[in-house]
């Protein structure tokens, strides 16, 4: 609960071993869903994101008809990150940098546009992608729902892996999409199961930006 009394869902936890930090974000921190709409101040602030930036709001306010590109991502289905939680993510990372440890960030909208479809992106996934740049050398790879048929593009400004993870519901019977992360010095593996793919993805990135140090794992 933020001093304003409304409720949120961004933490962070340490892996066993201390050596991994999971950012859990919070993509619905501004939004018109789960929001009381007589009495939240996020909730009117994602009023007011929506009647700027859709002409469809508030008749057809999941409808992208009319939007380009990236701007598609004003529909209510999403939302955005406000100020605290920003404020709070770079101090997280910074104390994760400080700790020698790696990130791994987690949000059920995804961030970068490259790798997902525009309709589903945070409103404000800028502010996001602008702090996960600035901290390059500890943020392995950042992970999404969100878009069904997911997705997958490394950021080639930083370095980051941003993957977007296959739905399970899209999945017909008697398939069972799931997947499993392994966290090693060098790289993330991915072992997918049903319509999950499969990936490696080096920490190449988190080496350069610590002079070839990087340990992650877990002995």
């Known amino acids: 609960e933020e001093p ?3 409720l949120v869902g961004y933490y962070s936890h340490s892996s066993p071993c201390n050596t991994v930090r999971f950012v859990v974000l919070d993509s619905y921190d501004v939004a018109i869903m789960q929001r009381c709409p007589k009495k939240s101040e996020k909730r009117k602030m994602a009023e007011k994101i929506m ?3 859709n002409p469809n709001y508030p008749k057809q306010e999941n409808s992208p008809q009319g939007l380009e590109g990236v701007e598609k991502r004003f529909v209510a ?3 955005a990150v406000d100020e605290p939680q920003l404020e709070w993510l770079r101090a997280t990372l910074e104390e994760v940098q400080n700790e020698g440890q790696k990130a791994i960030i987690l949000s059920h909208q995804p961030i970068l546009p490259e790798s997902s479809a525009d309709v589903c ?5 800028d502010d996001v992608l602008d702090i996960l740049r600035d901290y390059r050398g500890v943020v392995a790879a950042a992970f999404a729902g969100h878009a069904h048929k997911g997705g997958y593009y490394r950021d080639e400004e930083s370095g980051i892996h941003f993957r977007v993870f296959e739905a399970t519901l899209e999945s017909q019977a008697p398939v069972k999409t799931y997947g499993f992360v392994d966290v090693h010095d060098d790289r993330l593996v991915v072992r997918g199961e049903g319509d999950c793919k499969d990936a490696v993805y080096s920490l190449d990135h988190c080496f ?3 002079n070839g140090q990087s340990h992650l794992s877990c002995r």
Not at 121 to 125: D, K, R, V
Request: aromatic share 18%.
């Open 208 to 210: 350069e930006a610590s």
């Open 51 to 53: 009647q700027e930036n």
């Open 121 to 125: 992106l945070i409103w404000n996934y």
């Open 4 to 6: 304003s009394g409304e």
């Open 77 to 79: 289905f999403n939302g």
